[in-house]
């Protein structure tokens, strides 16, 4: 085989490996646990905490207003 050809091969081969193997791993099977959901608690952890960190939690946004309420209340 000319080396062109095999070149070629070899990339087809190599995308055709990935595309299979990611359509295997993403599959959806269903309400049993894959291979993947380790992976995704963990991004969806992370997104959370990045929110929090952000944006502040919503108790101490709620705390820090019930002590300004007080305090214009109780001078």
Do not use: F
């Given at each position: 085989?000319?080396?062109?050809?095999?070149?070629?091969?070899?990339r087809i081969t190599m995308v055709a490996t990935v595309t299979a193997s990611y359509f295997l791993l993403t599959?959806?099977?269903?309400?049993?646990?894959?291979?993947?959901?380790?992976?995704?608690?963990?991004?969806l952890s992370a997104q959370s905490s990045l929110k929090e960190f952000i944006i502040g939690s919503r108790k101490e946004h709620q705390g820090s207003s019930r002590t300004s309420n007080n305090a214009k209340e109780h001078p």
């Open positions: 085989m000319n080396p062109q050809a095999d070149k070629i091969v070899r599959a959806d099977y269903g309400p049993e646990p894959n291979v993947l959901d380790p992976v995704k608690n963990t991004i």
